[in-house]
């Protein structure tokens, strides 16, 4: 098994900028696919971006081209680079690492974007 760490959320005006980190408790480089995803208050978690093992990411339309997702498996770290951010992007945003026989999430860490 492997537990998820999440740090870096906070408090920010619209416009600025957060990154997230999520650290492994282990070795992330066999574990197929990492992601993050968000909800908000009153809403469904929903899925922000991901990353595979190979690199390729999917990205949720709504934050194309200002959320960056990455995967450092030597500091077993994924991080989430997130820019132009809007008040609706306001959620708690939670980690997730799935691989064969496993699906694990983080304990989420509260981003709040200001207008």
């Known amino acids: 098994q492997v537990q998820l760490v999440e740090s870096g959320g906070g408090l920010v005006q619209a416009g600025g900028s957060l990154s997230l980190s999520c650290t492994a408790s282990?070795?992330?480089?066999?574990?197929?696919?990492m992601g993050w995803y968000r909800q908000a208050p009153g809403k469904q978690r929903e899925l922000v971006a991901l990353?595979?093992?190979?690199?390729?990411?999917r990205y949720a339309d709504s934050v194309k081209g200002r959320f960056t997702i990455s995967r450092d498996n030597a500091r077993n770290t994924l991080y989430l680079a997130m820019n132009s951010l809007k008040p609706e992007d306001t959620a708690v945003y939670f980690c997730y690492a799935a691989a064969v026989s496993l699906a694990v999430w983080g304990q989420g860490t509260l981003v709040t974007v200001s207008s």
């Open positions: 282990r070795s992330i480089s066999s574990i197929n696919t």
């Open positions: 990353v595979l093992a190979d690199g390729i990411t």
